[in-house]
C-alpha cells in the first residue's frame, strides 16, 4: 500500500515538473537566441559595461524592435523597391540562392496573410490504406506534379511523433483527405501527446454538436 502511495505521488509530481521544465527550458533557449541580439550594440551601451553584469531577456525587446523597423520599412515604397534589389543581389549568387530562394518561398508561404498552408488539421491514409493519421494541409499541386496526378489531389505534412519539427511530405487524392474540425494547435498537441491529449468534440451550450466553420462535426473528405 505505501509502494503505491509513493508512486502516484511520485507520478503526480512529474506531471507538475515536466511540464514546467520543458517550458521554461524552450523559453531559455528562445531568450537566449534573441540576446545574441544585443552584440549589435556598441560595447558601451550594452549591459556588462554600465551595470557589471548581463541581464537576460533584454534581447527580447531589442529583437522586436528590429522586426519592427524592418516591417516599416518593407512596408513603404522605397523600402520595398530596397529589399527587391536585395533579392535579386542574393538570388544571384550560386550557393546563397539556393539557400535563401529556398527558405524565403517558405517562410512566405507559412506567414503571408494569403496564405493557406498549415491552415487546417486533416485525416489521411497513412503509412498505408489501412490506417489514418492526422496532417496539416499544405494546399495543392499546380505544374509538373498535375501533369502525372491530376488535379484532384492536396499536398500534405505528417508530423511524427514527438517531434513535429520532423515528418513526411505527401500528395494524397483528395477524396482521401477527411477534414477535421480539431484547430492546428490541437491537431499538434494530439500529435505530440501520441493520441492521448485528443481534443474534445466542440459543443454548443445546449450540448448540440457544433459545426465550426461551415463544417460538420464529423470528418468528410475534402475534395
Known amino acids: 500500500m505505501k509502494e503505491l502511495t509513493v508512486r502516484k505521488y511520485l507520478i503526480a509530481g512529474l506531471l507538475v515538473w515536466i511540464p514546467l521544465v520543458i517550458t521554461g527550458w524552450v523559453l531559455k533557449l528562445l531568450i537566449d537566441l534573441m540576446d545574441q541580439s544585443l552584440l549589435l550594440l556598441p560595447e558601451r ?27 516599416v520599412v518593407a512596408a513603404n515604397f522605397f523600402g520595398n523597391k530596397m529589399l527587391t ?20 518561398q517558405i517562410s512566405d508561404t507559412l506567414f503571408s496573410p494569403e496564405g493557406k498552408a498549415f491552415r487546417k488539421a486533416v485525416l489521411v491514409r ?3 490504406a489501412g490506417t489514418w493519421t492526422v ?11 498535375t501533369d502525372h496526378l491530376g488535379h484532384e ?21 483528395k477524396t482521401d483527405v ?14 505530440i501527446s501520441m493520441g492521448v491529449a485528443e481534443p474534445p468534440r466542440p459543443i454548443h451550450r445546449n450540448g448540440a454538436e457544433m459545426k465550426k466553420s461551415g463544417t460538420d462535426p464529423n470528418p468528410k473528405p475534402l475534395g
Open 45 to 71: 551601451f550594452q549591459t556588462e559595461a554600465w551595470l557589471g553584469f548581463h541581464v537576460p531577456g533584454l534581447g527580447v525587446f531589442l529583437t522586436v524592435a528590429i522586426v519592427l523597423m524592418t516591417g
Open 85 to 104: 534589389w536585395w533579392h535579386n543581389v542574393l538570388q544571384r549568387i550560386p550557393i546563397v540562392r539556393s539557400i535563401y530562394g529556398g527558405v524565403k
Open 126 to 128: 497513412y503509412p498505408h
Open 135 to 145: 496532417a496539416l494541409l499544405t494546399g495543392e499541386p499546380k505544374y509538373e506534379v
Open 153 to 173: 489531389n492536396y499536398s500534405v505534412f505528417v508530423p511524427t511523433t514527438p517531434n513535429i519539427t520532423a515528418g513526411f511530405f505527401l500528395i494524397v487524392p
Open 178 to 191: 477527411l477534414e477535421l474540425n480539431m484547430s492546428v494547435d490541437e491537431a499538434l498537441k494530439y500529435i
